[in-house]
């Protein structure tokens, strides 16, 4: 007889922190500004790029703190 399926449930707390990245980039007085520059580039420029990094090491986190452990 076939083991019944578990039901995978995503009702964990750290699904919450992926708000951050999609909550940080509203904000826009962290970056209205022209400088600092960075490379010759504004300050707007290189800070999105630091919304990506931002937006990959919380997915990380969220994934490797939810995912279950195999016995």
């Given at each position: 007889?076939?083991?019944p399926e578990?039901?995978?449930?995503?009702?964990?707390?750290?699904?919450?922190?992926?708000?951050?990245?999609?909550?940080?980039?509203?904000?826009?007085?962290?970056?209205?500004?022209?400088?600092?520059?960075?490379?010759?580039?504004?300050?707007?420029?290189?800070?999105?790029?630091?919304?990506?990094?931002?937006?990959?090491?919380?997915?990380?986190?969220?994934?490797?703190?939810?995912?279950?452990?195999r016995p």
């Amino acid at each position: 007889m076939a083991e019944p399926e578990r039901r995978r449930t995503d009702r964990s707390p750290w699904n919450w922190l992926l708000v951050v990245p999609i909550v940080v980039p509203l904000l826009t007085f962290l970056y209205n500004y022209d400088e600092p520059r960075l490379a010759g580039f504004p300050l707007f420029y290189w800070l999105q790029f630091a919304f990506i990094l931002l937006g990959v090491a919380t997915t990380t986190v969220v994934y490797q703190m939810t995912r279950r452990r195999r016995p």
